[in-house]
């Protein structure tokens, strides 16, 4: 009989709980399930989707490396899994099923499901916490509610992590032969074709190649550093992380050669990266608690009164870089082409939907859905309802990001813009930022005019948001 190991997010050897934990307990198949139906309920995007892909046939080598063969199948939905599971497990007469867990609601659902009827049939599974340190619903208040606000979390793992910092696993010894033959992985994930990938080296040891570089060579700045989109000051790793490439436990552990270990220490590149890896840990908290997050509603429901504009052509300027702000078309634009953007970036746009245009932040969230390579329900919800003024320990409504002088400050000579927005290539690092003082009756020539007053459109943000809270 086999253990069986079930890798979803999770697409590394190394740091591996349910691996290590199954490769321990006796000799190990693995699991990987091609999901497409799910994928698309979940707004998933091709470009993610082929991340994984070529995620998944780096640890297929791995895997082979280690004498446990992959396993990929398709099972299109969720509710089908558990079935699935159920006739692989009684083909390979496996004994136990490992997997690390994940938060979203169907995701919990999912997996309860799989855990009733295996356990009926007297098949024992085994989940790990695997994506965070510490398990959602164990960090709370005195009152024993999950802790809503960022900098009382930070310092409770803070002080948790300083007691007892959760190390990697090595990576797990190869077992036997077992004489069962790999699948094929597939051609592609998704009918929709993805961009060109070509710029992200695939696989775990090329992972920790890209961690190490950002160690040795930016986290030192990453304090300054991080907050201008023209330079290299922050890892972008996180495709790598929402895959699973790589673990947070990897990440801080990288992270402390800076600081010779210590994990108690002033210096502010090492603290403000780990700040951001529990940015990412508190989302996945908030998540768990409040499964309408999951389900498409506020976190504050008294936003759920808004009332949102439906402006398509708005929306659409805003989705193919065309509002006339080049801040905000420039990154627009990049996250088009490339799938990725930088998260002072991300901020400005979402704001600019959410409140310059007061378009629902909902459908921004799903643009991002569908085109970031590392598109994760629990941050890029987060990142949304913070930037919209409707999540937990959000920006206050009436703080709007101008997108012209933000553009100044991170962007001071223009560069980012420049590098997205050709039309703009030749205009002064002064003038860049806001192209319409230049006058002239055309503007500039094939750059749109600004498609709204940024003083007017923040008046009206300001009333919709006030008018909520006079309804009270
Ligand atoms: P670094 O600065 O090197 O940080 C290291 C890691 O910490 C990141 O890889 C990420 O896992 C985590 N992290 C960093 N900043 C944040 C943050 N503000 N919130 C939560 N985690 C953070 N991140 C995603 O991984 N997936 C998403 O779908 C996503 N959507 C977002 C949507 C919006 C509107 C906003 C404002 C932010 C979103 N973020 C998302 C968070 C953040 O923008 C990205 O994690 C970050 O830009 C990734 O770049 P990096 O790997 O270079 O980060």
Redesign the pocket.
Known sequence: SYQLVWLRTDLRVADNPALYKAMSQGPTLALYLVTPEQWKVHQDSPNKLEFWRLSLIRLAEQLQQLKVPLLVRCVPRWVDVAEHLIQLCQQYSVQTLHFNDEYGVNEQRRDQDVQQRLSALGISCHSYLDQVFFAPGTLLTQTGRAIQVYSAFRNQCHARLLHHLPKPLPRPKAQQPVGIPPDQIPERFSEVEAISLSDWPMGESAAHSLLELFVSEHLAQYAKA?DFPAQTG?????PY??AGVLSVRQCVQAALSLTHGHFDTQHSGFIT?VD??L??EF?RHILHAYPRLSRGYAFKPETEALLWRQAPEDLAAWQQGRTGFPIVDAAMRCLKATGW???RL??IV?MFLSKNLLIDWRVGEQW?MQH?L???LA??N???Q??ASTGTDAVPYFRLFNPITQSEKFDPQGDFIRRWVPELAHVSAQKIHNPATLGGLFGISGYPRPILDLAQSRKRALQAFKSLSSHQ
Do not use: I, P
């Open positions: 991080r922050t890892s972008r790793l996180s992380l929402t990266w951001e890896l940015w990412r989302y953007l930088h998260n991300r901020m979402a991002f970031l590392d598109g994760d941050q890029n987060g990142g949304w913070w930037s």
